[in-house]
């Protein structure tokens, strides 16, 4: 078990004694709890997600803390297993007794945490980009969804390769709930999806799905794989022989630094669209990058796209909502969030909608170049329109569902 407890560290250093900094601040820590992969298969974006989290509290506390308390972050990790998720949740809401919990990658795992938080009526954020739908009181979703990202990539890519599209996707929610997504945005743009596969996360070999992609003969590859197995599609599909005769696109190749991982050969050209890049090219970006490097130094992640900085940029939502409550009570919290509480962070601006509980983003489309990413096109201020049509939590607050996109695939 991975078990971290960080309290009160300075942003640009450890200058300052720890003591002396909760001397300042009062003895009484306010209990954040984080569960995210920091080995397993989904450790390629677990680590840079703890990273962001507790760079995050470093600088609230840096700023002096909350409501004069300090907070303090205990890190588990739950080893890319379903039950640790939801043994590690539990202990969050009864023994820590976490005034809000941070946690989840996998839209399984979210679904293994969620109901237990919500059980325990204790706060909970997820920070990642995933398929949409989540309409729970409880729960703040801060990631962009495919109405954000996928509906942008889709029609650029059809635009610049073609009308024919190939999906690989991972075999469980989002992959599965994605793929319809792609669906639904090729079609809609007058396209033709001419095949789609599944695969569980650990699988390693794709040689028979490579032939049968190039049995096909798609236009446009699209991947929605995930995690560190499937990075051996990237590099068997370049050693097939494939990346120069039919082009890529991904719903989430780079959260988990996979452009690092992959030679120029294998990956340069693919491309994607995310509500963060590492090389936005912003003042506050380069700002908190300069910041970020300085902290951590040679153990600095690269942070890609979409998971690592959604963590950053949670805590600091729910800090905002904390510091117009006047309080940690949940409900008291939920209330201010629910206001229209926005950061303005190395990303944009990242605004909450109280009926959904989702987030107005900016989305980047990016192609991968020379292991890292080249900015192509920015969508500013992009609604979270998937779930504004099905959830109003405004309306229902105790609702308690994920609505799944009708679309046959």
């Not at 197995?229 to 959260?255: D, E, N, V």
């Not at 590492?278 to 506050?284: F, L, M, R, Y």
């Not at 309080?327 to 009926?355: H, Q």
């Amino acid at each position: 078990m991975h078990r971290r407890t960080f309290l009160g560290a300075a942003a640009g250093g450890l200058a300052a004694p720890l003591v002396m900094q909760h001397a300042a601040l009062g003895a009484d820590p306010i209990k954040i709890v984080g569960i995210h992969d920091a080995s397993g298969g989904l450790d390629i974006y677990g680590k840079p997600m703890i990273a962001c989290l507790d760079f995050a509290v470093e600088e609230i506390n840096a700023a002096g803390g909350l409501l004069g308390r300090p907070l303090a972050v205990t890190n588990y990790d739950p080893q890319s297993n379903i039950q640790l998720y939801t043994q590690f949740a539990t202990q969050a809401a009864t023994k820590d007794k976490a005034a809000v919990v941070h946690a989840g990658i996998t839209s399984a795992s979210r679904e293994a945490i969620r109901p237990v938080l919500k059980r325990y009526n204790t706060l909970y954020f997820y920070n990642t980009q995933y398929e949409g739908g989540v309409c729970d009181r409880n729960a703040f979703c801060t990631g962009s969804t495919p109405a954000q990202n996928v509906s942008r990539l889709v029609p650029h890519v059809m635009k610049k390769w073609g009308k024919k599209v190939y999906i690989l996707a991972a075999d469980y929610n989002y992959g599965q709930i994605t793929s319809k997504w792609v669906t639904k945005f090729t079609r809609e743009n007058g396209g033709e999806v001419v095949g789609l596969d599944f695969f569980p996360l650990d699988v390693t070999n794709f040689g028979p799905a490579i032939q049968k992609i190039q049995a096909a003969k798609p236009d446009i590859v699209m991947s929605v794989l995930v995690g560190g197995a499937h990075i051996s599609f990237y590099r068997q599909w370049a050693a097939a022989g494939m990346k120069s005769r039919i082009p890529m696109a991904s719903t989430t190749l780079g959260g988990g630094n996979e452009s690092l991982v992959l030679s120029p050969e294998e990956g340069d050209g693919i491309i994607c669209a995310f509500s963060y890049f590492q090389e936005v090219d912003t003042p506050a970006n380069k700002a908190f990058l300069e910041k970020f490097k300085a902290r951590l130094g040679a153990n600095t992640p690269y942070l890609g796209g979409k998971l690592a900085m959604r963590s950053y940029v949670g805590v600091n939502l729910w800090a905002e909502g904390v510091r117009r409550a006047k309080s940690i009570d949940r409900m008291k919290v939920i209330e201010a969030l629910e206001s229209g509480v926005s950061f303005a962070g190395p990303p944009g601006l990242t605004t909450l909608d109280p009926k959904t509980h989702h987030t107005t983003v900016d989305v980047f489309i990016a192609e991968v170049k020379n292991k890292g990413f080249q900015v192509l096109e920015t969508f500013p201020q992009s609604p979270p329109s998937d779930t504004q049509s099905v959830c109003d939590l405004q309306k229902e607050p105790n609702a308690n569902k994920q609505v799944v996109v009708d679309i046959r695939t």
